[in-house]
């Protein structure tokens, strides 16, 4: 056998150190990626490092000690002089050893393990110095632009008629003069006169537009589109005003609450307990007993008063609305849908049959078209209109039953 020399043991010293080295970057490599485990290709090359590691660092305490024995160990290499070793030497990658024994042991079983360690990356934690730039990069445009809020559209929930003429003639039958009766033999029989007239209605125009230039329609084509669906919205907002409270002056809609003849119902007369939820009900009776015995299939209300009903309790606590809110359907009113919306006045609901009420005769469906205006085109302005023609049509106004004095909040 060969004199052991230290220059092999130093070689012996080299080579377990690269292997440490080459079992401490995959685990840094694996912490780099974002995964805190090995999959299996990782753990069997990991568990042969591990044995290569316990191989070289068995034959190195093996060379130490013979080299002890003859107590003849040659003199150090330029790089040990003077006491002085490497860099790398001095602050070696560590992991801890409780770790490197956990992740052996899980190597050995075949296991996944996860690495911990006491700096993100199993290192040394410093506080070095650094080059950025992170302050000077300017901020990301967000694709679209935050929109507005606005209700749902309440034309949804009603019934609607294409109309090809600005205007639509609807002919009723009003009333019935006689009735009919039990008859003897040879005796005339009753005369029945059913009497009609005629409800004309006129499309009611809605429109508005919109300038953008052609700078922010090049630079930011999102911003275009964004305002073009904002533009609708704009419209649905003053049709749902429109459709409730339209006064039917100065070329506005006649609204449901300026109908003539819609029948009424006033909840302060109402005294018993729990007033609002009576007077609810007491309004589906007087619309299904009224002359167009209508079954109600929509409530419009506002929020703060559907809010006010909806927190009513009796002497125990428990909601009218449903016995446990949290589960049951509180979108009803003694099994009437309910549509809250801002544009119905706080303090006040509609209660409708759709089906008997009459339509929403409709001219022209909401629709956009882009031109120019005046001095647009030398001021580089693209024009957006949009607009639509429709009317309310309430044919049977006994179908519809406005509730005055609900709670207000």
Known sequence: MPTPTREFLQRLERQRDGVRASAEGLLMECRAQGREELNQGELLRYKQMLSDLRGLESHIQEY????????????????????????????????????????????????????????????????????????????????????????????????????????????????????????????????????????TAAAVKLAAHNGLSWEIINDWPAFQSYAGTELYRQIIDVENSQLLSGSGTGGSMTGFYSTSGILTFDASTVTTTPGPWDSLEHAIATLRTGPALAVPNLLVLHPNTWSAIRRQTNTYGDYYVASDPSTDQVGQAWGVPVVSTTANPAGKGLLLDTSKFGYIAIRESLSMRL?????????????????????????????????SNLPLS
């Open 64 to 199: 130490r000690s013979d080299l002890s024995r003859i107590g003849n160990l040659p003199a150090v290499g330029p790089e040990r002089r003077g006491g002085l070793s490497t860099a790398g030497r001095l602050a070696p990658l560590h992991f801890a050893d409780e770790e490197m024994r956990r992740l052996q042991t899980a190597a050995q079983r075949g296991e996944s393990c996860r690495i911990e360690s006491r700096s993100p990356f199993g290192m040394e934690q410093r506080d070095p110095g650094f080059s950025t730039a992170d302050g000077l990069l300017p901020a990301e445009l967000f694709p679209f632009p935050v929109e507005f809020v606005h209700e749902d559209r309440l034309l949804d929930k009603l019934p609607g008629y294409a109309i090809e003429a600005p205007s639509v003639t609807f002919i009723r039958h009003v009333s019935t003069t006689g009735a009919a009766a039990p008859v003897a033999e040879g005796v005339a029989k009753p005369e029945v006169v059913f009497n009609t007239n005629a409800l």
């Open 371 to 403: 031109g120019y205006s005046g001095t647009d085109l030398v001021q580089n302005i693209l024009r957006t209109v949009a607009e639509e023609r429709l009317v309310l049509c309430v044919t049977r106004p006994a179908a519809v039953l406005a509730i």
